[in-house]
Each structure stands twice: as C-alpha cells, then as structure tokens.
C-alpha cells in the first residue's frame, strides 16, 4: 500500500498504524490549535461525564491503573489511555480492564480521518482523538487519561478534565522539555484547571507548580500539605486527608506513592467508593512492565523504569523484596533518556550486566551503555539476546532484571509469551 493511500474502516489495524505513522512530517510536534480544532469539530472534548488527566514524569500509567482498578470495583465503567504500549498497539486504549479491539480502534480512526479535514495529525494526536471518540461511543462513565509528554502542550490537554494530576516530577525527556525542574513543573501544571481540583503527587514540588494552581485558581491538594500518607508494615499502610483517614489499607503491587495520588484524585472527583472498593482495587491492580514478575528459579522481573527517579525507586523495591540476591542486569534504552545516572542509579544492586541494543530511530546501542558500566561486559544486539544469556548463566537463586524502556520490556515479554510458559 503506498503512503498516501487512505485505509478505509475495513481495513486492518496495521494498516492504520502505518499510514499514522507517515502522514505527518514531525512525530512530536508540540501545539494544540490542530488538534484542538479536531476535537472541537468532531466534539470529543468531553468524552465521559468525569474525566482524570494524569500527567507526571513517571507514575502515570500505575496511577491510572490504581484509579482504574478501584471505579471497576464500584461498578463504574472507565476507559484509560495510556502510552506507549508494550506489545500490541490495543494496549494503549482500555475499556472496563480489557485492552480495545482491533475492529474498535480502526472505526475510531477512521472517524478521525473524516473528521480532521485537511488537518495534519501526528500519529499521537492522532491516536489521542481516536481513543477518546471510542471511549464516547462505548459510553463509558470516567475516562483515566494520561499525558504522552509534559503536560501543556500534549494532545490529551484539548479535553475538558474534572479533575488533574500531577504524579511526579523528575528530569526526563531533556530533549523536549529542558534539564530546568521548574520548567518541567510549569510543563506539567498546564493541565489544570481553574476552580477544578489540581493534585500534586511531588513532595515537595517545584514552585512552578502551586504558582501556576494559583495563577489560574485551581484547587490545589499537595502531598505532604493537603494529603498524606504512610507505610505502617510490610503489608499496611495509611492515608489521610483534612481530618479523614484510612486505616489497614493493604500496601499494592504498584508503587506506594501512586496509590496516595490516586486516593487523593478520586476523593475529588465526587464519585460514590466505599472503604471497601477501595482496599479491593488496591489489592487488583497490577500493571503488566512495573515490578512484573514472570517466574521464580531464577527470578524474572520486569520493569520498565528508564530514568534516574524510577531506576532509583525500583532499587529500593528489590532490595526490600530480594535482598541479598545476585542481580543480572538486562538493560536497553533510548537515546534522550538520561544513560549515565540511570546505569548508575542500577549499579549497586546490579552484579553482573547485560547491555543490548534497540532499534529505531532513539535507540540506543549496547556500546553506548557499556561506557557508564563500571565493568567490563559483553553486549548484546537486543534485548531478547541479552536476557537469553542471562538466563543461560543464573544460578536458580539470582535474579534477572529486564530494564530501561518500554521497548526493552516488550521485546523480552513478548518473547517469553511466544515460548509458552
């Protein structure tokens, strides 16, 4: 099929997915007025009658997931967008915990076709409005949205949110957003709302953020000010907010700090939970990339941290889980991505490393990678490789550790889904 040939509703999902991919000249091409005009037009700006926008450096997706898992508990039907996906492109658009059909996704493309005119569309853009006219044909209750990068200027920010979340605020994407943490903070707070709730999952958060909430009178609730929480024991934790508190609450599979950032959301966006929707969605929600556990002798985890912060964070979660464990280390990354501070933030669980490249156009080759590992090491040409040979050399006691992309975690999931086991 040549480029310019335009797929018809009939037509496959890869098919789609490759004419998007060639029909706009800049795959980030940060500014709203064409897809604002678009959702204007097609009027998908206010897809359910609640809609949470979740942005943030890293969080997102387990935020989304936390909230998501919580609604379904309730009864409520929900759609969540996310980005990037891990195998299958369905991934990034689910209704009511299940990922989005083929048939489903290219109806809502070719809606998008219709309707964008002679508008160009990045593919992100483009994917951002046909989810959100899926979620508006299925009628869903709440849609979870989270923000591909930054926050201001990301497609996702032509809706109208009830609510806004901010999970994290870390360097990142230095390329697009700058090294300037107030900068980022400014980036990510264009999400709010005036008079709408605004949550700040940061502690301590750049100034830019509760600046900007104020500028345009948004209701701010910050961690550590508005809302706070803490671990009890292993398995308990507590949440309070003004004079409110939850007890016993069962620690999840995903990261502590999202699951307060998703109380604090929800508490907002006047929904009817109980307690007990509550600790059942807390105990539910898993994530197929965040702290993945694949099997035991030896141990297989996946994870797809990619940038100081999350590699920082899942070295505590390992150390609390396996400590003293020898560590492989299967890693690939992207180019843009900060590799040094990362590869150091794995060091010092990480005894031996197996570095592999990536393929595309941000990859970044193992020989990149080797420069920041404090030993000498063998590379690898991917990452299925990579983790090949890590399993060949573990002793049933070690742990393997897939990291450092969505890319990198996909490869190795999808090529242990194709063994069978």
């Not at 980030?28 to 609640?50: C, F, M, N, Y």
């Not at 997706?61 to 299958?88: K, Q």
């Not at 464990?325 to 590799?339: C, E, S």
């Not at 490393?353 to 193992?366: D, E, F, H, N, V």
Request: proline share 5%; aromatic share 8%; glycine share 6%.
């Amino acid at each position: 099929m040549s480029h310019n040939q335009i797929p018809q509703a009939t037509s496959s999902l890869s098919m789609w997915l490759d004419y998007l991919a060639n029909i706009h000249t800049s795959a980030i091409d940060l500014g709203l007025e064409r897809v604002q005009a678009v959702a204007q037009t097609a009027k998908l700006t206010k897809p359910a009658s609640t809609v949470i926008t979740v942005a943030g450096t890293n969080g997102k997706g387990s935020t989304c997931a936390l909230m998501e898992a919580i609604l379904l508990d309730a009864g409520y039907s929900v759609g969540v967008y996310s980005s990037p996906h891990l195998i299958r492109y369905n991934e990034r658009v689910r209704i009511n915990g299940q990922d989005a059909s083929d048939e489903k996704i290219v109806q809502s493309f070719a809606f998008i076709e219709q309707q964008r005119g002679d508008i160009s569309l990045s593919f992100f853009e483009y994917g951002t409005l046909a989810a959100l006219r899926l979620f508006q044909t299925e009628q869903v209750d709440i849609v979870l949205l989270e923000v591909g990068l930054g926050g201001r200027l990301d497609a996702t920010n032509v809706v109208d949110h009830d609510v806004s979340v901010i999970t994290s605020l870390a360097l990142d994407h230095v390329d697009w957003l700058g090294d300037d943490i107030n900068v980022i903070g400014f980036e990510k707070a264009g999400i709010y709302r005036s008079g709408k709730p605004a949550i700040c999952g940061q502690p301590k958060a750049p100034s830019t953020v509760a600046a900007h909430a104020d500028d345009i009178g948004a209701e701010l609730y910050q961690v550590g000010i508005q809302y706070q929480y803490q671990q009890i024991s292993e398995h308990e934790w507590q949440w309070s907010h003004g004079g409110y508190t939850l007890d016993n609450l069962p620690v999840p599979g995903l990261p502590l700090p999202n699951a307060a950032t998703a109380l604090m959301a929800l508490a907002t966006a006047h929904l009817d939970l109980s307690d007990v929707n509550i600790v059942n969605g807390l105990k539910q929600a898993t994530l197929p990339g965040r702290m993945q556990h694949l099997s035991s002798e030896p141990t297989v985890l996946l994870d797809v941290a990619h940038n100081p912060h999350s590699a920082q964070y899942l070295v505590e979660r390992v150390q609390q889980s396996y400590p003293n464990r020898v560590v492989r280390t299967v890693v690939a990354m992207l180019h843009d991505k900060d590799i040094a501070a990362t590869l150091s933030a794995l060091a010092p669980i990480s005894q031996y490393w197996y570095p592999a490249s990536l393929t595309g156009p941000r990859a970044a080759q193992a020989s990149e990678l080797a420069k920041h590992i404090p030993l000498d090491t063998e590379q690898y040409n991917d990452p299925v490789s990579a983790f090949k040979a890590a399993m060949t050399q573990a002793e049933p006691q070690d742990v393997i550790l897939v990291v450092g992309s969505f890319h990198t975690v996909g490869e190795v999931l999808e090529y242990w889904q194709s063994k069978g086991e």
